[in-house]
T-cell receptor
């Protein structure tokens, strides 16, 4: 059973701080990694994808990947109250044969306090 | 319409009812997915369709019956559901059938289903 683990939180940070969200995965063959943001009552929205070891930056968001440690993280700089949401980590790996399948973590609830 | 749309957005049904959920993608994608999201649980993949052919059924009970008439439309037919089936049902689409190591899934707004 392929698993993706996240701290469920809630993670509470003050406005302007850096929020750090972590995710570990069990399938060493996983090849791509995604962070989705989900506001309460809404659907998941893709915010970052990362495929290679190291850092990938996009605006206030930085994704970090370490395949040797099977660890992926998301940093949010200058956190804003509008960043308050549940962040889902998703890992793409083979589901059998030639097809791929996304496995999601339970998500981390982030609250940014004004 | 843009992106992935789903109707209805909310649905309340009794255990003896039959209803259908509809999903349409306007992205030119070739793969479509049904997911179930229950409280405190990760998103659960239910079905995958590639070029309108079902390629994955993740041990879903037969009271859920998918239909994919073409690459842009996906339905989930519901009958004799149980209260524990109450959840948010999400449709997603992606470009590549069978996916790839970098294929990205885009989600619709979901249908909030309540089974009484």
């Amino acid at each position: 059973q392929k698993e993706v683990e996240q701290n469920s939180g809630p993670l509470s940070v003050p406005e302007g701080a850096i929020a750090s969200l972590n995710c570990t995965y069990s399938d060493r063959g996983s090849q791509s990694f995604f962070w989705y943001r989900q506001y309460s009552g809404k659907s998941p929205e893709l915010i970052m994808s990362i495929y290679s070891n190291g850092d990938k930056e996009d605006g206030r968001f930085t994704a970090q990947l370490n395949k040797a440690s099977q660890y992926v993280s998301l940093l949010i700089r200058d956190s804003q109250p509008s960043d308050s949401a549940t962040y889902l980590c998703a890992v793409n790996g083979r589901s059998g044969g030639s097809n791929y399948k996304l496995t999601f973590g339970k998500g981390t609830l982030l609250t940014v306090n004004p | 319409e843009t992106g992935v749309t789903q109707t209805p957005r909310h649905l309340v049904m009794g255990m003896t009812n039959k209803k259908s959920l509809k999903c349409e993608q306007h992205l030119g994608h070739n793969a479509m997915y049904w997911y179930k999201q229950s409280a405190k649980k990760p998103l659960e993949l239910m079905f995958v369709y590639n070029f309108k052919e079902q390629t994955e059924n993740n041990s879903v009970p037969s009271r859920f019956s998918p239909e994919c008439p073409n690459s842009s439309h996906l339905f989930l037919h519901l009958h004799t559901l149980q209260p524990e089936d109450s959840a948010l049902y999400l449709c997603a689409s992606s470009h590549l059938p069978g996916g790839s190591s970098t294929d990205t899934q885009y989600f619709g707004p979901g249908t909030r289903l309540t089974v009484l």
